[in-house]
């Protein structure tokens, strides 16, 4: 579903906003221990969605599914308001134009912008969205995700609600959400801000082992910028990537294959 720009970003403000601020109201009102439970078993489906999901299947395509599984990934993606078409299609552009002016990601322009700017980023149109990701939106399902992806998010946050009242909401939806949006924040910022850069890339990114481990994976950000094609962020053995030990154990069940690893030739021309 297509809004305009102010609309789209009033939207989002007001969510981070009622995010923020349920959580800590949840919080403070003595959540009880079943909450926290709960928040961190949606962190674990949900994360898996926007991370393994968004990210590494819809966005890289680096490894392959069926379309049951495929569906799965986005629906868990979309309980977080996850869109699999909309984070494709911007994403690819985000490592087209990495750290540039027009890199919504970076934080050459700006500690804010760059840590929630990817949220209220709704520049492309509907026709310009379909041409960066036409191998995406050649599939119904993806397509009515798309323009209805906000409908997974609401049903979620209901059924916290319907299962144990206000304060479930605010600590289990809540506080899975903003675990979902800070750890992918501090990707986009620290990862072009900080830390070490083993291959040579046209960008900023660099490889933060504290921001990887609380990412996931993900923190291994220049090995990614380098060869985003690979399923796996980490490319040495000690680069913890738990992201990837998930894909593996799904292929080891027969959920995934075709996995892209990274190539001899790669490792070799770090530095």
């Given amino acids: ?33 079943a909450d926290w439970w709960l928040m961190a078993a949606m962190f674990a489906a949900m994360s898996f969605g926007c991370t393994v999901g968004l990210h590494r299947y819809f966005a890289h395509r680096s490894f392959r599914t069926s379309r049951a599984f495929q569906l799965m990934m986005a629906l868990l993606a979309g309980a977080a308001f996850g869109d699999p078409v909309a984070f494709s299609a911007r994403h690819r552009i985000h490592h087209a134009q990495s750290d540039t002016e027009h890199d919504v990601h970076s934080p050459t322009q700006g ?10 980023d709704y520049r492309l149109d509907e026709q310009q969205l379909r041409k960066l990701v036409p191998d995406l939106i050649a599939l119904p399902e993806l397509r009515w995700l798309h323009r209805w992806f906000f409908l997974p998010g609401m049903v979620t946050a209901g059924m916290t609600i319907w299962l144990g009242g206000l304060t479930t909401f605010a600590v289990a939806y809540c506080g899975a959400c903003l675990m979902i949006i800070h750890a992918g924040s501090a990707v986009n910022y620290f990862c072009h801000k900080a830390g070490s850069r ?74």
Avoid at 111 to 120: A, E, K, S, V
């Fill in 1 to 33: 579903m297509t809004l305009p720009l102010w609309l789209w970003q009033a939207v989002t403000i007001a969510y981070l906003v009622v995010l923020h601020a349920a959580f800590s109201v949840g919080v403070w009102q003595h959540a009880r221990p």
């Fill in 198 to 271: 083993p291959y040579d890339t046209a960008d900023r990114s660099t490889n933060h082992l504290l921001v990887a481990v609380l990412s996931l994976g993900e923190g291994w950000h220049n090995n990614h910028h380098y060869y985003p094609a690979a399923c796996r962020a980490g490319f040495k053995w000690w680069e913890v990537d738990i992201l990837y030990y998930q894909i593996r154990c799904l292929s080891w069940l027969g959920l995934v294959w075709d996995l892209h690893e990274v190539p001899d030739r790669v490792r070799a021309a770090a530095r």
């Fill in 111 to 120: 500690w804010l912008h760059c840590w929630f700017g990817t949220l209220l």
